[in-house]
């Protein structure tokens, strides 16, 4: 019998009309803004205008991610749908994925097997536009700023203080750094710049954390692009750029509405990256979702170190959002991989890789549970290589921190192989749980660091090179060290080294450089050797896409 890829499963199903999606919902029509047949926007009026009371907000998140695999947005669909097998009120919030990604190694972002988001040929490209919008704002700001230096810069902007980037949703490593403005003085003023992917673009960071059209265009205007040759921050208020640019933004900020294979609603919409954004979907498709459903299923990017730490400590702060359960998402693969078996060697039962590679798993946890005060449950994202006391041993593990574990079939049997964990997050949220941020916001920079660094990584504290430490007083003398931080680490390890596996101790994280996110409201802090514009691997994913005299795309998962 033929296994299916993803792509096969998805073209195999017939998705509903998305109006009909919309009225299961419950979306009227008035707010309905569609995109074919398919896909529709939701205008946010829907959130001024509908009242009812908030659902519960169930946030998935995983174990340090390997090339075996994990699952996580397979299984929030599987939940979601899950949920609703079992006659609950579920829908989904999930992330738009880049295209980099998606033509270069990771994949796509849609879930996978019978627990998927459709249409996902849609999904993973072009979808409605959203970030081809981002990045055109992203750039608009960029031409405004070389222009006004052009036009003989009457703000004093140092060509060599600009911190403002420009953006394309690609990986091309060519693009990370280069020299512009050649060509002589009608040209502009040579210097040199860069690319960042787009959702690293601290624009895709604004419109996800806005709550409106007002609060977008307000978090636009604080946007500092560079530095006046005094030392002064100069902002895209300052180059009069946030009205054009909100104007490019007004529809990309209405979320998008689609369906998972079974027919559950689904709202996509934003995608900064986890590992150097701060990697949620927008606070207003959480909203909506929050607002229609009695539970509202969400996930954050990479692990929980990365994705869920961000989604905690600087979404749910500034949204006012109290998850009310958290699923972390591990498979059996993956913790052996943590436990050094290679990747080739994974279908085989090796009780001691994977006693070894548990502590990943078992920080995670901790750290939901006991950093943040959160009930928490973990889904294992069942493999057919599983043996029976390779499960065991991972129940009694995570059983002995207090924490059930719920096996995940979602892959194979989509929404009936997630009622199992569908019924132990009904049994959460109504646990009571006692949320709290891993820091709070008055302490120092560097205390702020190091909170994260002891107490989610489990670091024997950071380190600040002189550039950072230098950027840390400049910021604080600007009056920024009140923002919440945004950690960029690399995702396959609680350290800043990706080799470290498993859960790593006696080492320090070393910040080597910090910048402020003045319009998204938060402080970046670089770890590492990670970066802002990704290259494409030898072999691309781009060389098996391929698409028909019908249109229909294949080699996409």
Known sequence: MKILSDIEIAQSCTPQPITAIARTAGVDEQYLELYGNYKAKVDYRLL?????????????????????????????????????????????????????????????????????????????????????????????????LDNHIQQGNALGIDPKRITWRRCVDM???????????????????????????????????????????????ARLARIIVGYAYDGRPVTAHDLKAEGAMAALLKDALKPNLVQTLEGTPAFIHGGPFANIAHGCNSVMATRMAMRLADYAITEAGFGADLGAEKFLD??????????????????VRALKNHGGVPKAELNTENLEALEKGLPNLLRHVENITKVYGLPCVVAINAFPTDTEAEL??????????????????????????????????????????????????????????DAIARRVYRADGVVLTPAARKQAAELTALGFDHLPVCMAKTQYSFSDDASLLGAPTGFTITVRNLKVSAGAGFLVALTGDIMTMPGLPKVPAAEKIDVDENGKISGLF
């Open 48 to 144: 001024r205008e509908v009242e009812r009371p908030e659902g519960k907000l169930v946030l998935v998140t995983a174990i340090n991610p390997t090339p075996a695999g994990e699952g996580k947005t397979t299984t929030t669909v599987g939940l979601a749908d899950g949920l609703r097998r079992l006659g609950q009120n579920a829908m989904v919030a999930l992330r738009e994925p880049s295209m980099g990604p998606v033509f270069g190694v990771k994949g796509g972002a849609a879930g996978g097997g019978w627990a998927q988001v459709i249409p996902m040929e849609d999904i993973n490209l072009h979808f409605t536009g959203d970030f081809h919008a981002i990045g055109a704002a992203n750039n608009l700001l960029a031409a405004m």
């Open 171 to 217: 990986n091309d490593r060519q693009l990370r750094n280069i020299v512009d403005g050649l060509g002589g003085r009608v040209n502009g003023c040579p210097r040199e710049d860069g690319f960042d992917i787009t959702v690293a673009s601290e624009i895709m960071a604004v419109l996800c954390l806005s709550s409106d059209l007002m609060d977008l265009k």
């Open 314 to 331: 600087i979404k749910c702060r500034f949204a006012g959002l109290t998850p009310s359960a958290v699923v972390v998402v591990a498979t």
């Open 392 to 449: 065991k041993l991972v129940e009694d593990r995570c059983r002995a921190l207090g924490v059930n574990v719920a096996l995940s079939e979602v892959w194979a049997k989509g929404g009936e192989g997630g009622m199992a964990l569908a019924r132990e997050v009904m049994r959460l949220c109504e646990t009571p749980g006692d949320f709290h941020y891993a820091y709070e916001l008055d302490g120092t920079i560097e205390d702020k660091l």
